[in-house]
C-alpha cells in the first residue's frame, strides 16, 4: 500500500509532506521506546537522557498535522485516493500509541526503585526485548523505502512474539517465579504488556507495507513474487 502512496508524493505537496511527518513520528517512537527501555532496565534511577513528555507532544503534534494535511487533499482530490489517506492516519494513531507505551515504562521505573530484573524470566525477557527493538528498526526501513519483501518477512519471521508475550504474562498472574517480589512482579507485567502493545502497533505499521487498508495489522495473504 505504501507504494501507492508514494506515487501520490510526486504531485501533491500535503501527502509528501504527511508521509514526511510519519517517518518523523516512526523515528521519534524509535528513541523514545529505546530510552524508556535504558532507564527501566539499565539503570538505578529514572533519570532520563532525552525529554520524553516533550518528545510524546511532538508526536501528538505530527499526528494532527498529517490528519489534517490528509483531510485537505482528501477534500480537494475526491475519494479516489481515500484509501491511501486512510492508511496514513491509520499510521500516525498506531506511532502515537507507541509513543504513549514509551511514557507507561518510564512511569514503571519512575515508581520501581532499582533496575527491572525479570528473575527467571530475564532470558525470555531479554529475547522479547530484541525482537520488538530489531522490529523497530527494521519497520523504518520497511517503510521508508517501501520495501514490501522486507516487510513480508520481517511479519513471518516475528509470528511467536505475541505468544510468548502472552505466556511469560500468563505465568506471572500465577506466581511461577518465587524470586519476585511483588512489586517486580507487577513491574514486570506492566512492562510486558507495553512491550506487547508497542510490538503490535509496529506489525500494524509494517503489514501497512505489504497490504491494502482494509488488511492493516492482519497477515498478508500472498507475498508477491519478483519478476
Known amino acids: 500500500m505504501i507504494k501507492e502512496i508514494l506515487s501520490i ?18 523515528e521519534i517512537t524509535y528513541q523514545m521506546f529505546k530510552e ?42 475526491g475519494n479516489s485516493e481515500l484509501p491511501s489517506g486512510m492508511v496514513l492516519v491509520s499510521i500516525v494513531i498506531d506511532l502515537e500509541r507507541i509513543g504513549d507505551f514509551a511514557k507507561n515504562i518510564v512511569e514503571i521505573a519512575q515508581n520501581h526503585p532499582q533496575r527491572l530484573h525479570a528473575g527467571d524470566f530475564e532470558s525470555d525477557l531479554f529475547d522479547l526485548e530484541k525482537a520488538v527493538e530489531d522490529s523497530f528498526g527494521r519497520t523504518i526501513h520497511c517503510f521508508k523505502n517501501s520495501d514490501e519483501k522486507a516487510a513480508f518477512n520481517l511479519l513471518k519471521e516475528y509470528r511467536w512474539v505475541s505468544r510468548k508475550f502472552d505466556a511469560k504474562i500468563e505465568s506471572l498472574i500465577r506466581g511461577e517465579d518465587a524470586t519476585l517480589t511483588s512489586g517486580s512482579a507487577v513491574a514486570l507485567a506492566i512492562y510486558l504488556r507495553a512491550l506487547k502493545r508497542i510490538f503490535s502497533h ?26
Open 202 to 227: 509496529l506489525r500494524n505499521v509494517t503489514s501497512s507495507v505489504v497490504n491494502p487498508f482494509h488488511r492493516i495489522g492482519f497477515k498478508p495473504k500472498k507475498h508477491k513474487k519478483e519478476t
Open 36 to 77: 524508556s527501555r535504558r532507564v527501566l532496565r539499565d539503570t538505578d534511577d529514572s533519570n532520563l537522557d532525552i525529554d520524553i513528555t516533550n518528545q510524546d507532544f511532538i508526536i501528538n503534534k505530527f499526528q494532527r498535522e498529517v490528519r489534517k494535511d490528509v483531510f485537505n487533499h482528501l477534500a480537494m482530490s
Open 9 to 26: 508524493f510526486k504531485s501533491d505537496t500535503l501527502m509528501d509532506r504527511a508521509f514526511k511527518r510519519s517517518y518523523e513520528m516512526l
